[in-house]
């Protein structure tokens, strides 16, 4: 009797992948106002969220432009202090940033983020034109 060749397996199924999410009791949604981050020795992003405030001064009058430079030396806002924050003796406006929460993340896991926040960034400007 001649022998029979074995049969193929079948293929594989397709595997649907539901995600779940869950929080800790303790999960406490944050402000963010901007972000700082490092490279760490590890190659890793150590990414640092903080919310910022004006820190009150005497009360003044002005109409000097205000200029904030960013970590590289750029310009990033100008405009006209807010007349209860310009220290007269410096003529400086001083802000508090508290770091309200930090994560250190691996560069694979960042690359999807940029397609990901434009698409997110254009959902809030669709609605805002909507609901103008």
């Known amino acids: 009797m001649p022998e029979?060749?074995?049969?193929?397996?079948?293929?594989?199924?397709a595997v649907k992948l539901v995600f779940e999410y869950g929080s800790l009791d303790a999960l406490n949604p944050h402000h963010v106002d901007g972000m700082q981050?490092?490279?760490?020795p590890s190659g890793d992003l150590h990414l640092m969220f903080y919310?910022?405030?004006?820190?009150p001064t005497e009360r003044i009058?002005?109409?000097?432009?205000v200029t904030?430079?960013?970590a590289a030396g750029f310009s990033v806002?100008?405009?006209?202090p807010d007349?209860?924050?310009?220290d007269p003796n410096t003529n400086t406006v001083r802000v508090r940033r508290n770091i309200e929460c930090s994560i250190v993340v691996k560069a694979n896991t960042?690359?999807?983020?940029?397609?990901f926040l434009q698409r997110k960034l254009q959902e809030v400007e669709a609605r805002s034109k909507g609901g103008q």
């Open 4 to 13: 029979s060749s074995p049969e193929a397996p079948p293929p594989p199924k």
């Open 37 to 40: 981050g490092i490279v760490t």
């Open 51 to 55: 919310s910022e405030y004006m820190l």
């Open 61 to 65: 009058e002005t109409d000097a432009p």
């Open 68 to 70: 904030e430079t960013d």
């Open 77 to 80: 806002a100008s405009g006209a």
């Open 83 to 86: 007349p209860f924050m310009l």
């Open 110 to 115: 960042l690359r999807p983020w940029p397609a």
